[in-house]
């Protein structure tokens, strides 16, 4: 196995033992701590010994026991007893404790922004500066986000468990948004190296496919699923064979995942039958991804989804969508004053980006470079700073 396999298997399994600590202490930073501990013994002897048998078993066993020292240490210098906790009730697999740090994670007793920075913390297990890039904040406004939020849990005694199914669908909102971040951040990572993180998309589809079997009639997650599957289905199509960024008009259809569209196009069909009467954001965002998905593409369509999605989740970033839809729809023009329209985007490189190559088509290269270089000035990941790179040196001098 290489390393960076290792460190696959050790992220994606400390997740889970993350989730199992928190249940057993009852202690996010506790948890957190421990397990930390455990995935850098890890990394540093796993290359070297090789992968044990149970790498999830050797992860829990080493993390608990740096927990239990932690707790005896801490209740020496209290001059008390050591909270006994029950270590040997082990869940029959690790589905029930996720699920229980994914509720956990979006409790109502915190703000929305808290609960999916939480949770792309815990869960998805990006660092904060990760976490603050794809929440589009600064790095220490999240530290101190994070760190209110598992204060707010430990102060609260906030429950760590599934609710029950009459709380399930308020609960429902903040769940499908954590899982949708999880997977963008995945899908285009914010920063680094890769254009994609493939285990963060993994991860996030399988906390859908979860959700979708605690809740398999509910269209927020029937809609979550498939869009996430649907969008997924291109994800190799997406990067050349040096890493770089191929845009969707570019890509070998061949290289898309048919199953996945299939079972996504299916999911979206099941769920519009659902909401015959008021639209749900996450299903209609399916409806344009399925659009995209079945050839030949017709824009027509899908500005027409974009204006129902707007009519209930009607944000900056949809706008900007709908108008590079329009864009292809109608011409650059459309789109550019559709784009110029838009407030509070000044710090999303794509709002720079879409400006940069509408004018573009539009012959108004000077325009066009200095907005490709704002778009440069932003977090990207390299390949797509490679791109906007390329884009920008194809302009006229």
């Not at 369509?301 to 709908?322: A, C, F, G």
């Not at 550019?336 to 407030?343: A, E, Q």
Request: hydrophobic share 45%; aromatic share 4%.
């Amino acid at each position: 196995m290489t390393v960076e396999a290792v460190a696959r298997l050790v992220r994606d399994e400390g997740v889970r033992v993350l989730a199992t600590l928190i249940r057993v202490t009852g202690n996010v930073d506790l948890a957190e701590d421990a397990t930390q501990d455990a995935v850098v013994r890890a990394l540093e002897t796993w290359p070297r010994d090789g992968v044990p048998d149970n790498p999830r078993g050797w992860l829990l066993v080493t993390a608990k026991r740096r927990a239990i020292d932690v707790i005896r240490r801490e209740a020496r210098r209290a001059g008390k007893e050591a909270a006994a906790m029950d270590w040997t009730s082990e869940p029959e697999d690790e589905r029930p404790d996720l699920l229980r740090l994914v509720f956990t994670c979006c409790h109502p007793a915190l703000s929305l922004d808290a609960q999916v920075a939480l949770a792309l913390r815990t869960l998805g297990g990006l660092a904060t500066a990760e976490v603050a890039r794809g929440l589009l904040v600064p790095e220490a406004t999240m530290a101190k986000r994070l760190t209110r939020a598992k204060q707010k849990i430990q102060r609260a005694a906030i429950p760590y468990r599934v609710p029950d199914a009459d709380e399930l669908p308020d609960r429902l909102a903040g769940v499908a948004a954590t899982v949708y971040l999880i997977f963008n951040e995945g899908y285009s990572a914010g920063g680094g190296a890769d254009l994609v993180r493939v285990e963060l998309t993994v991860e996030a589809i399988r906390l859908a496919r979860l959700l979708a079997e605690l809740m398999p009639d509910e269209p927020t997650v029937l809609g979550l699923l498939a869009l996430l599957l649907l969008q997924n289905a291109r994800r190799d199509a997406r990067v050349g064979p040096s890493g770089e960024v191929v845009l969707l008009a570019d890509q070998d259809r061949s290289r898309w995942d048919a199953r996945a569209i299939k079972e996504g196009v299916e999911l979206v069909g099941a769920a519009l039958r659902r909401t015959p009467d008021r639209p749900n954001s996450y299903v209609v965002q399916a409806a344009i991804a399925a659009c995209h998905a079945l050839a030949p593409t017709n824009w027509d369509t899908i500005v027409s989804w974009y204006d129902v999605l707007l009519s209930v989740h009607d944000t900056p970033v949809v706008r900007l969508n709908r108008a590079a839809a329009v864009s292809e729809r109608d011409g650059p023009a459309a789109g550019l004053s559709i784009v110029d329209s838009i407030g509070d985007l000044q710090a999303y490189p794509w709002w720079h980006a879409t400006r940069a190559e509408l004018l573009c088509r539009l012959g108004r290269d000077v325009e066009a470079r200095a907005a490709y270089e704002e778009a440069l000035r932003l977090d990207l990941n390299e390949p797509q700073a490679a791109h906007l790179r390329r884009r920008l040196a194809d302009l006229s001098p």
